[in-house]
């Protein structure tokens, strides 16, 4: 959530005029090595993983579905709210980038599903009702509305909510405060806090040294990026000099992560990768997307954690590959067409307002 201006040294991507959207990376990221060695592109293996993760997420469907008792009291938001909500957000990444029709039509299809199973917004307005200093009926609410989908009465209670003291006061991971400003943003409300203030208390936002990274961080700093770009929609909003620290530290952590197969966490440095001002090369990414591609099972899931399950028949639990699967068909999808030119197929996002929200030693 940043005004800086992008970094012309990494080939960082342009603002166009408004409305025209971004243009492409200045310089050729997809080159091969500087020995000249010539490598194969990693278009086909990405397009392939988000096909086949497209595929098995669309298969399951139904376990996706709010259950009846969705509004009861006791009812486990990570298990019913939480999948429908990235559902929606990564199907709405996957339609926005995909680069052919049938998987922008697939992706259509999860959309509508994902709302229908919200009556439209209706629940989402009961849940904002029920629980009103909540915010992830607002952060789920979010990535419909920046679909297009909108509940106007929502909105409303929303923006109520959203002048409270308590709304703004609320304790919260530095993190997810970020999320929050992005969803306030996504959905047309006032920022009740400067995103710079947010970012500086986040463990990416400080330059942390590299070899701390560990599991919790790597998640902290992916959906610190996601927040920052809107979901790779806007990258020209990621600080010039987090961009080059990423560039210069995430293909060691993707190594890291892919050696001891965390295949979720892979999945979305992935997306990272695909998602900064400039991306990063193609031909740094190529060994990730092989390892992931044989790693999914013969159905195109892909497990969280642990061995390859290529061949295997016997798919595991819904709750342990859904959500990798998903960040999968999305990254590879992200990837696919950041990589090789080809534009995304709208882009609605916009810089958030205020020189406040640039960082210190970057363009204002």
Excluded at 153 to 162: D, G, H, S, V
Excluded at 311 to 333: I, K, M, N, R, W
Aim: proline residues 11%; aromatic residues 8%; glycine residues 8%.
């Amino acid at each position: 959530m940043t005004a800086a201006v992008p970094d012309r040294e990494l080939g960082a991507q342009t603002v166009g005029p408004a409305g025209e959207g971004p243009r492409p990376p200045v310089g050729d990221t997809a080159r091969p090595p500087a020995d000249g060695a010539p490598r194969p592109s990693a278009a086909p293996q990405a397009a392939e993983v988000a096909r086949t993760a497209l595929d098995w997420v669309y298969d399951h469907l139904p376990c996706f579905a709010l259950p009846e008792d969705v509004l009861a009291p006791d009812v486990l938001v990570d298990r019913t709210w939480k999948p429908l909500g990235e559902l929606a957000q990564l199907g709405d990444g996957i339609r926005r980038h995909a680069t052919s029709g049938p998987a922008r039509r697939r992706a259509a299809e999860l959309l509508e599903f994902a709302w229908g199973q919200t009556r439209r917004g209706s629940l989402l307005l009961e849940q904002l009702r029920a629980e009103p200093m909540s915010t992830y009926p607002l952060e789920i609410y979010a990535a419909f509305r920046s679909a297009g989908f909108r509940h106007p009465a929502f909105e409303e209670l929303a923006r109520t909510l959203a002048r409270t003291r308590s709304w703004a006061h609320t304790e919260q991971d530095p993190t997810r405060r970020l999320g929050i400003l992005n969803a306030e943003h996504r959905t047309g409300l006032p920022l009740h806090a400067p995103p710079l203030t947010a970012l500086h208390r986040t463990w990416l936002g400080s330059l942390p040294e590299p070899w701390m990274f560990e599991r919790s961080a790597g998640y902290a700093l992916t959906h610190v990026v996601f927040h920052l770009t809107d979901w790779g929609n806007a990258p020209h909003r990621m600080p010039t000099r987090l961009a080059r620290y990423l560039h210069h530290w995430l293909p060691a952590w993707l190594d890291s992560c892919l050696e001891e197969e965390l295949w979720d966490l892979a999945g979305e440095l992935l997306a990272v990768a695909a998602g900064l001002p400039t991306p990063v090369p193609a031909w740094t990414v190529e060994p990730a997307w092989a390892r992931l591609a044989a790693a999914q099972d013969a159905a195109g899931g892909l497990c969280e954690v642990g061995p390859s399950r290529r061949g295997d028949t016997v798919e595991p639990g819904f709750a342990h590959c859904y959500h990798s699967t998903l960040v999968a068909a999305y990254a590879a999808t992200l990837t696919t067409a950041r990589l090789y030119g080809v534009p995304p197929v709208s882009l609605t996002a916009t810089v958030l307002p205020g020189p406040e929200t640039a960082l210190p030693g970057d363009a204002p």
